[in-house]
């Protein structure tokens, strides 16, 4: 081996090895799981795409509305997401803008205090008011416990 060749062999030697360091250090960072719900009313078909709900935690909700009438996405208006406690009480709402592209909504906030609620998606748009009654939700005092929930 010649003193070129004996280098070149330390440098990838070397490089090999600190790029195996840095990958065995990196820890993957676990990801809250994504939750959907699919509803229909006699007007619009619902998709909705959210993450598990931790009380305090901003939590963004990417909602799809199509118009049964002529299957075509909804092009405006405004979307909420609406949490009763089942214990009864005023609802809260997390209100969203107009859709970003037809049919696409965002509606993001930080869901109310940990328990069990009433949930609803409400639509209001020019000539057309819906609303998603989707049952019961748990919202989590914590991450941890919420995405243990979200995975079984």
């Not at 092009?75 to 592209?101: I, K, N, Y």
């Not at 020019?126 to 416990?145: K, M, N, W, Y």
Request: glycine share 8%; with cysteine.
């Amino acid at each position: 081996m010649t003193i070129n060749s004996k280098v070149l062999s330390a440098v990838l030697l070397t490089s090999v090895s600190v790029t195996g360091c840095a990958r065995q250090a990196a820890q993957p960072q676990s990801e809250s799981p994504t939750l959907n719900v699919t509803n229909w009313t006699d007007r619009t078909e619902l998709y909705m795409e959210y993450p598990s709900l931790v009380a305090g935690h901003m939590a963004l909700f990417a909602v799809h509305l199509t118009t049964l009438g002529d299957f075509k996405a909804v092009t405006a208006g405004q979307t909420r997401v609406e949490f009763t406690p089942e214990a009864g009480g005023q609802p809260t709402a997390l209100v969203g803008p107009q859709p970003s592209r037809p049919g696409v909504f965002r509606v993001e906030g930080a869901p109310p205090a940990a328990g069990r609620y009433r949930w609803a998606l409400v639509l209001d748009a020019p000539g057309l008011s819906d609303r998603h009654d989707l049952g019961e939700v748990r919202i989590f005092a914590d991450e941890q416990t919420a995405n243990a929930a979200a995975d079984k």
